[in-house]
């Protein structure tokens, strides 16, 4: 059986492993990006990763999944936030191609998520699914017919950046905003107040950290509802850490879904959270490295 090295890099780690070409992973492991080192620190750490991994096993080739805007014809990253210094630029296909002799195919990691989920996971069978991972900020990738929709220049699905209620979609809708709602209403450090502790704390019963959910979800339901309107998608699937309380969430934003979309479209869009969760980057990476390398 044919194994591939997959890696996703994220802003706080990079996961890591072999997977088999029937999609299963065989391993995996996790290392610090250490992010404020920059994009040049973090191909050496890729190529620290890939060498050991092709040292062990015979391998067909090296799947990337990452944080920013990839080229995927290129596998070259575009833009990045400031989180990774000096990440545009970073050329992972050229220089592991090179060093490796094995192809290597580079992608997005909310694409990959969208990917993992359509394959294996929660839109497995979809025609179109709208994928969105909710952290520090808000990633979206749409997959019609097991294809992701770049959009016209490659930046379709920036939900994020969606305007609503005077800002954006994610600066009031990620995970982020709990820190600072609760920490300000109660007049403490934000450091006090991570996710964690706000979803242990509402679930006694604390009603600050209730209602900076049920501000945060209702925000969630009317940037969906929007999405929804435009894409009409089959289902919507969330991920990223903070859904992991599905048990609080799902009620909540299924409600203010309902509250924003019409009847019409909103009886025809399911909502699922995400079934691959931390395994997604690495999963999506190979079947985009699959989907590339069947095209060719």
């Keep these: 059986m044919r ?15 072999l997977i088999g070409e029937d999609g299963r992973i065989l391993n995996r492991s996790a290392a610090d990006t250490q992010a404020y080192r920059g994009g040049a620190a973090i191909l050496d750490t890729v190529l620290g990763i890939a060498g050991r991994l092709c040292a062990e096993e015979k391998i067909s080739g090296i799947c990337i999944s990452t944080a920013g805007v990839v080229d995927t014809e290129k596998g070259i990253i575009t833009h990045s936030a400031p989180l990774i210094p000096d990440y545009a630029g970073t050329e992972y296909k050229r220089v592991l191609e090179e060093r490796f002799g094995l192809p290597c195919e580079v992608e997005n990691d909310v694409n990959c998520a969208g990917l993992a989920e359509y394959y294996s996971g929660a839109a497995a069978g979809s025609r179109i699914s709208l994928m969105l991972t909710v952290g520090t900020g808000i990633g979206g990738s749409v997959v019609i017919d097991g294809k992701i929709f770049r959009g016209f220049s490659g930046s379709a699905c920036e939900v994020g950046y969606m305007s609503m209620r005077g800002s954006d979609f994610q600066t009031l809708g990620a995970a982020s905003i709990l820190s600072k709602k609760v920490a300000g209403w109660k007049k403490e450090a934000e450091g006090r107040w991570d ?44 991920g990223g850490g903070i859904m992991a309380q599905e048990e609080i969430l799902k009620g909540r934003i299924e409600k203010a879904v309902e509250k924003y979309l019409i009847p019409g479209i909103a009886c025809h869009t399911r909502l699922a959270f995400a079934s691959h969760r931390n395994d997604a980057g690495m999963l999506g990476a190979f079947y985009h490295f699959r989907q590339r390398r069947l095209e060719r």
């Design 3 to 17: 194994r591939y090295v997959s890696i996703d890099i994220g802003g706080t780690a990079i996961k890591y492993g």
């Design 195 to 238: 996710g964690i502790r706000i979803f242990e704390a509402a679930k006694k019963g604390d009603m600050l950290c209730l209602r900076a959910i049920d501000e945060m979800t209702d925000v969630l339901g009317q940037g969906i509802a929007n999405i929804c309107c435009v894409l009409n998608p089959e289902i919507v699937v969330l």
